[in-house]
């Protein structure tokens, strides 16, 4: 029986079908049904046979689900009446038990949080494995010199050790965000029914332990409300990305025959289709072109969860898609970029090439002239007043006379010419965080004891 009297019409259940995307939730789906029909039977609600009726059913479910034979029916709306059909007509009677005490609004939102507390968790790892290629790589070119960049001109240099340690850093951030998602899909919803509670004496925490959930959602309304562990696992996708979007773009410059910083071994670049020379750095580019993709879902989701009145809508069945694809988005691009850079090799000399351009001690001129007691803005005066002669002159600050130094000013020494070398200014970046090699093996090693926790 229905309460209806007409079909639905069929342009509106395309509209509301939603079985292509939550098909992938059904090993969810099973185990929560298991550990439900099993609470069930526990507390006398079900009987014994009705739950081994079932368990059997979902067994079959699970094995034709594994190898791709589930007899999907044009009906089935979604992978929750899919299931349960599935196990009912496997089942017979016994099956038509196993929604007892649940609505597929507790069960939706449960197989949800299961999903992202496992890829959370696994995503968490495939984080650590970048920034732990990242450290290797690192450690493998820990004092070759290149130029720091600010607004992409040449400003200061640093080892590419030091460049790539920023990353892992950002990474180990990112590992921090997944597992805080982890952590707040660690409670569970089932057991609210539609949002009230159910009218069976049910036991909520021995299927939170039997789902290995850390606890239950203590209240009702919330529990089927709720989508906050979404939002922050795309949260901690679409950070993850901007990151990866940023080391792409270098990856991208460094392969360039500009910079010639870096080149990407065969298996990570392509071939043009019409120019034979060329070697394009599409998976950088791809790392780039990702990102904000990945944004672009945690938006969609923030404006689904908008205003919306409590408890559950419709609305929120558009939560998954964005979940899903940024995981997999986020899957393939770590995955990409691990892959990408440990096969990758840097050009020592073009590097220190870029870095030895003399106008780069700038900076540290106009240190040295505070250390003998000038204020950092009349020594960055002098020092613009240098680099200006250097240019109109095309001369490098080294071949500047004592005299021609003096003129501008009486502190300028001899001592000018040993700031003017490549290791003097990379070795003077002695504070905690620098780029001298003492502080980049400090933090190599800070980096690997972080990693390990
Ligand atoms: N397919 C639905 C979703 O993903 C399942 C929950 C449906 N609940 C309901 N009350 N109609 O959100």
Redesign the pocket.
Known sequence: MSRFSEPQDPLFQSLDY?LDV?RRLWPYDVAQSRAHATMLAARGIISEDDRDQILTALHQVEQELAEGRFPFEDDD??I?MAIERRVTELAGRAGGKIHTGR???D??ATDLALYVRDHAVRLADQVEALARTLVDVAERHLDWALPGYTHLQRAQPVYLSHHLLAYVWMLVRDRERMRFAARQADVLPLGAG?LAGVNFDTDRTQVARDLGFAGVVPNSIDAVSNRDFALDLLQACAVVSTHLSRLGAEIVLWSSQEFGFMELSDAWSSGSSLMPQKKNPDCGELLRGKAPRVVGHLAALHGVMHALPLT?N?D??E??EHVFDAVDTVTITLAAADGMLSTASFNRDRMAAAASDENIAATDIADFLVKKGLPFRESHGVVAGLVRTSFEQKRPLSSFTLEELKAHHELLDEGVYGVLSQASWLESKVSLGGTALVRVTEQLAQARAVLDL
């Open positions: 939603s939550d709306v979604d929750h609505s597929r609004n069960q939706v539609a559950y419709k929120l069945q939560d998954k």
